[in-house]
């Protein structure tokens, strides 16, 4: 089996180390890169991110690559977009005022509710390890990057806000948080986000960085 | 005892949430001597890991989540001089400023702040400063009992409480941990978020897949996590 090499965004938005060592761990070369055109090429494309949404836009912005990865969705190139990276593939977000995201997945990104559905306060961010469960039929989860998961399993959560597919077939799998429903994985096409950090989940996370890999 | 790599590693098999990396000795010479242990563990550990221990600047923070860490825990440069809280929180996000908090009982239902590693006295009283920390951005608070750690007789619930009613981030009760049930009260009354366990493991008085198994018996939301625990209740 021939390496497989992983392009990571490198937009200066949150520490790549991590999600680097992950994938070396599944056997990848990891090639951490803001150059248009090593991402235009690559084999599979990794978007992480960390922090406010309008910096992370604009730091897209200002490297010139907004359009890039746009571009990855043509050519059907596998893209896996972590945290805050999942929540830049939608529309927009509501974070500090209405700012407008890559627009690869339909939906909008909105604060994670400060209290529960039975209205009791709530701690934001939402931290720690939650359950991931599967929103349709377990085929869609077995034909997704969760597929070597066992449904139910949990994985580690850092984040304030959450995407919100408007179309509910590219949510492939959610959280609770207060009894909120919180994507945790949405997909469309060749393109994954993941909302929980597969580089800070342990087995559970790096099998779905392998599935990124090998498939 | 061993090397911190060895454990550490052990601890991630075994299931544990997170790993926290305190050097302890650190404040008294004025730095931090884990950033190579950090490196090597960033290798072949995937949960999230803290560091604390004689952080005291924005460059020092920006090197250990370089060299692999997620989050920093500050006590005493934190008391020093609070604004390296909001630099953090500001440059890096809440989610890695750990405010780690020395407390120590005094009369009625009052701590006091301690810093370097319990040594110093400051006058502060734990819940204001735990609220001022929040405040100025940090997104967890290590809350450490000076008077019950290494003591192995369970954690100060009245302090745990004191200020997980006060602050709306998670709080992890460290210091008094003896046995596997000690973590039942501190949660459950106490408001604990997490807890943190030190030498009832690295004596391996227990295992973290004991220590989970009892708390999911006792319906605390933990994880699961498939580890066969070498100890039987």
Redesign the interface.
Known sequence: MSTPVITIIDYGVGNLLSVQRGFENCGARVVATSDSKTILNAERVVLPGVGAFPNAMAALKRLDLINTIQELEKSETPLLAICLGMQLLMDESEEFGLTSGLGLIPGRVVAVPSTTTSGKTQKIPHIGWNEVHPRHVSQIWNDSLLKGNTVGEAAYFVHSYMAQPSDLKNEIAFAIYGGHKISAVISKKNITGCQFHPEKSGMVGLKILRSFCYD | MGSPNEYALDY?KQ?A?ELIYMDVVASLYGRNHLGEIIKNA???I???MTVGGGIRSIEDVREI????A?KVAINTAAVANSKIITDVARQ????CMVASIEAKKKEGEHWEVYTDNGRERTGIDVVEWAKKCVMNGA??ILLTSVDREGTRTGFDIELVKAVSSEV???VIASGGMGKPEDLLPVVLEGGA??VAMADILHYKRTDVGNVRAIALDAGIG????EHTSHYNN
């Open positions: 991630y299931g949430d960033a290798k072949d995937f949960i999230p989540l370089r060299l692999g997620d890096f996000g809440s989610q997104g967890e709306n981030v998670p978020d997490a933990v994880r699961r996590y």
